[in-house]
């Protein structure tokens, strides 16, 4: 579906809890990112890598922290430093066209 | 860096009426601009794209305009259907190509 795949689609937070949301690609593409998406807003830019073992903060990178150690997964960590993690959030792949994945609606409880 | 302003934020309009959404962009090195269309709890996909090298580019009822000069594109939807109703899009593709900006988006809604 799109060869993008994230996971969980649903995932709930404690306070002060890190939690991690995957983000999986067999497009064979280098380029990946990161967005957060609240009701209302547009896609504001957390993280992107263009390589593997690179990585760039994008406009909203406070609180959240990634790693690229292959070219197909480039998971996001939420730390418990991101004080309103509640969001809808989608990783994207490509250079000249972005594809999205299905997102993962984090909720903290 | 580009920033990408995008008009209105709701939009309602008839069934079989056309919508216009209309986007700014700042960077003139900018030079791909996609259209996505996001339905409820679902991802973006895109649906139409202009490059600048063109002016226009149509696909059945979506046709996107790009002004090279003013820096700004829209996307305009002819005989809207109720299916068409979704939150849209728009970007551009930064200057060196590695990093896309999005428009706030349009919260369209076609009234049967």
């Known amino acids: 579906d799109g060869g993008i795949t994230q996971s969980p689609k649903y995932l709930f937070r404690k306070e002060g809890q890190n939690v991690t949301l995957s983000c999986e690609q067999n497009l064979n593409h280098d380029a990946m990112y990161w967005y957060r998406q609240d009701p209302g807003q547009g896609l504001r830019l957390i993280y992107y890598s263009q390589i593997v073992n690179d990585f760039q903060k994008g406009d909203i990178a406070e609180g959240y922290s990634v790693s690229r150690e292959k070219k197909e997964s480039f998971p996001l960590t939420v730390t418990s430093a991101q004080k309103n993690p509640t969001a809808f959030y989608l990783c994207?792949?490509?250079?000249?066209?972005?594809?999205f994945g299905q997102g993962t609606r984090l909720t903290v409880v | 860096g580009e920033n990408v302003e995008q008009h209105p934020s709701t939009l309602s309009v008839q069934e079989g009426d056309s919508a216009v959404i209309k986007c700014t962009y700042s960077?003139?090195?900018?030079?791909?601009f996609p259209w996505y269309k996001q339905e409820l709890g679902k991802r973006p996909q895109l649906i139409i794209d202009?490059?600048?090298?063109?002016g226009e580019k149509k696909d059945q009822r979506i046709a996107v305009t790009l002004n090279k000069t003013a820096k700004h594109f829209s996307l305009h939807i002819t005989e809207t259907q109720p299916e068409d109703s979704a939150v849209y899009f728009c970007a551009a593709l930064s200057r060196g190509g590695n990093q896309f900006y999005f428009g706030t988006g349009t919260s369209l809604t076609v009234i049967p």
């Open positions: 994207a792949t490509g250079f000249s066209e972005a594809f």
């Open positions: 202009i490059r600048s090298n063109v």
């Open positions: 960077d003139s090195a900018s030079n791909y």
